[in-house]
């Protein structure tokens, strides 16, 4: 693959989408990327076309017809493998560079740790579902559960927000286990907005000098 996979995880309210934003400005006039490749932000659920609907079944299903773990387990893995076949894959071979607000690390976490589905079944799907593309670099914005309750107080939550603490308490240690494991960038993410960003910057600029 010739482009950059750029991925940032983590619980609900942890302001991926803020920093997003930010880079979807930044990056391409930052100096980092080759002249002609052209940058493509994306997220999960909902990347493509039938990932939105995709992601309505799973965010706002109809009432009483809420998916049971397994189907919500298959429905985010069908997500990401048309996100990965029709988008992603075919912008990195091209040279581009891609930004996902979120990837595997969610299902693992989520659906994993959150639900307590197999580990080892998730890492096959998984395999599938990626066709072995793997992100260049993932960051965990990192927020304590406590600030990511009292930010979404106001907001009305989707499904997987509204499943409670403990669910948020399980998902949260996952993603302290799995940037462990992965060798994530961790980002404090209850610091102010410029910092998180600074920070940010600064680790896209070392993937450069490694490269
Ligand atoms: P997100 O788009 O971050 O929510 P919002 O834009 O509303 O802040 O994520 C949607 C929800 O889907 C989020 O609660 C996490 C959940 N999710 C999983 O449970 N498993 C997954 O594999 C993915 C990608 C997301």
Redo the contacts with the bound molecule.
Sequence with gaps: MKGRFIVLE????CG??TQINHLKTWLPQSGLMPPNANLHIT????GTNLGKQL?EL??HPPKEESPKPIT??LL??A??SQHVSELILPYLNKGDWVIS???????????GY??RLSLEIINQLEEIATQGVVPDITFLLDLPITISLQRRSHRN?????S?GIEFLTR?SQGFQVLSLQENWIRIPAEEKLDLVTQRIENELKKLRDKS
Excluded: H, M, W
């Excluded at 939550?157 to 927000?161: G, L, P, S, V």
């Design positions: 983590g619980i609900d309210g991926k989408t997220r999960e659920p909902g992601r799973l965010l919500e387990l985010y893995a997500d990401r607000d979120r990837f595997s690390g969610s299902t693992i976490c989520y659906q959150g639900r939550n989707d499904r997987i927000e499943e998902v």
